[in-house]
T-cell receptor, first 121, second 110 residues
Framework: DTGVSQDPRHKITKRGQNVTFRCDPISEHNRLYWYRQTLGQGPEFLTYFQNEAQLEKSRLLSDRFSAERPKGSFSTLEIQRTEQGDSAMYLC???????????????????FGPGTRLTVL | DAKTTQPNSMESNEEEPVHLPCNHSTISGTDYIHWYRQLPSQGPEYVIHGLTSNVNNRMASLAIAEDRKSSTLILHRATLRDAAVYYCILRGQGAQKLVFGQGTRLTINP
């Protein structure tokens, strides 16, 4: 257990429905990342936050995807009008920016949660 | 993003050392070499990273070629729990995202 939790762990939905996933990072971590992983592939970066600011978004993050981190703690990833191609594992990770090394952890590494597996029927 | 090349799969025996190679011939001077691994049904896990010098930690060692165009992750004494997909990643200074390739699937035989 890395300390990063994701909810739900599994989600099955019908095409066209909206889904929302939650990520709770390690408490002192100020950076939070979302990745997507399809079967047999490595994870692909979607977006990242520093505190509540969304600083980078991948082209993979279409208009149907939105991520928020309203208070700089937990984050949500919403997919609207799901498509079968959205079926994947959605991974969240957190890290500590180098200026805040007080936790004793290395600031450079990302700690991943267990992921939310989405199946779109 | 600079590209890395790894073998698709490798196999080793329990309690023996494992050397996982990675080629990164287009690495730039400020790129760090990171290794993550992903155990079955889990998210990736940080293993080690380095810039120019060899690095050791409790999990593994990282040997970096003098020209930095390749590196090797060394597991000194493999256990069954080390069976995973190992990813070699180049991360530019200040870059936040990790760019994962296909990785090397490591199988450990009892």
């Amino acid at each position: 257990d890395t300390g990063v939790s994701q909810d739900p762990r599994h989600k099955i939905t019908k095409r066209g429905q909206n889904v929302t996933f939650r990520c709770d990072p390690i408490s002192e971590h100020n950076r939070l990342y979302w990745y997507r992983q399809t079967l047999g592939q490595g994870p692909e970066f979607l977006t990242y936050f520093q505190n509540e600011a969304q600083l980078e978004k991948s082209r993979l993050l279409s208009d149907r995807f939105s991520a928020e981190r309203p208070k700089g703690s937990f984050s949500t990833l919403e997919i609207q009008r799901t498509e079968q191609g959205d079926s994947a594992m959605y991974l969240c990770a957190s890290s500590l920016a180098p200026l805040f090394r007080g936790s004793g952890r290395v600031g450079n590494e990302q700690f991943f949660g267990p992921g939310t597996r989405l199946t779109v029927l | 993003d600079a590209k890395t090349t790894q073998p698709n799969s490798m196999e080793s025996n329990e309690e023996e050392p494992v050397h996982l190679p990675c080629n990164h011939s287009t690495i730039s001077g400020t790129d760090y070499i990171h290794w993550y691994r992903q155990l079955p049904s889990q998210g990736p896990e940080y293993v080690i990273h380095g810039l120019t010098s060899n690095v050791n930690n409790r999990m593994a060692s990282l040997a970096i070629a003098e020209d930095r165009k390749s590196s090797t992750l060394i597991l000194h004494r493999a256990t069954l729990r080390d069976a995973a997909v190992y990813y070699c990643i180049l991360r530019g200074q200040g870059a936040q995202k990790l760019v994962f390739g296909q990785g090397t699937r490591l199988t450990i035989n009892p």
